[in-house]
């Protein structure tokens, strides 16, 4: 996958339009539309912003389901071939047609655009998707603008998302996602308490901006070199051996004991345990994680 900064794309492109806050269902038929269009012999690109510069969305302080880096873990794998994803405050002054000229006609080579029915561009949101058909006739690219999806019966949102997320409501996230809510960040030194209660455990913090599940013990999977292992996660706070610290992910992975602090570790949720409390005593802890694991390993197993 090639960023794409201040050069121009040489190549023909079809160009996916969205901030792809989560990647979810609905982002997936605007991105595989868009793919589509290597029958034809376009590339396929991505034209997103940088996750945490957009501060406003819908009128309202924006938190975002995924980092940046997960972000583009996913639309990599989707196959995306080049990617433009600047800070927002770059173009948020353009014009709706000064955008369609001058971003995706010139820098991303558009041979066709596809966005989503309520996608909104240009100074001020001034410009919706009925905008950009009419940009695409004049500039040379053609445009597809996908429905909302649904799905039983209800409109597939990051909203939404981050709605069942906070309330520990696992699968009915992942059902709209398409796949496991995951985590993929650095391995942070912790407190290294969890090795003497022979729990050793990885830390990950989430960044300023995101969204926090809901705090609790989660059975999980984590990936390390390519090998895939059964964990807990536990996201909060740790309020028996820690106080006025910021939420992170702490997790135990089964039969796992090497050193990976500083690597990049990708981590999925696959079920929601128990909400996060405080232990009377680091013995009690012990007790609960001991049955966590065991009902985490029967989640893992099943699905």
Known sequence: MIFVTNETIKEKTAVALGIFDGVHLGHRLILDTAKTFSEKGMKFAVFTFKTASVEIKHGKPYEYLYTENQKNHILENLGAEYICSPDISAIKNMSGEQFAKEILAEKMNAGAVVCGENFRFGKDASCGAEDIVAFGKKYGFEVIVCKTLEKNGEKIS??????YLKNGELSKANELLGERYFILGEVVTGNRLGRTISFPTINQL??????????GAYASSTEIYEKEYCAITNIGVKPTVESNIKPLAETHIIDFGSDIYGKTIKTEFIEFLREEKKFP????????ILSDLNTAKKFYLSK
């Not at 990051?158 to 709605?163: L, P, R, Y």
């Open 158 to 163: 990051s909203g939404k998302i981050k709605d």
């Open 206 to 215: 989430f960044e300023e901006k995101q969204v926090v599940p809901k705090k």
């Open 281 to 288: 005593s680091l013995e009690h802890l012990k007790e609960q």
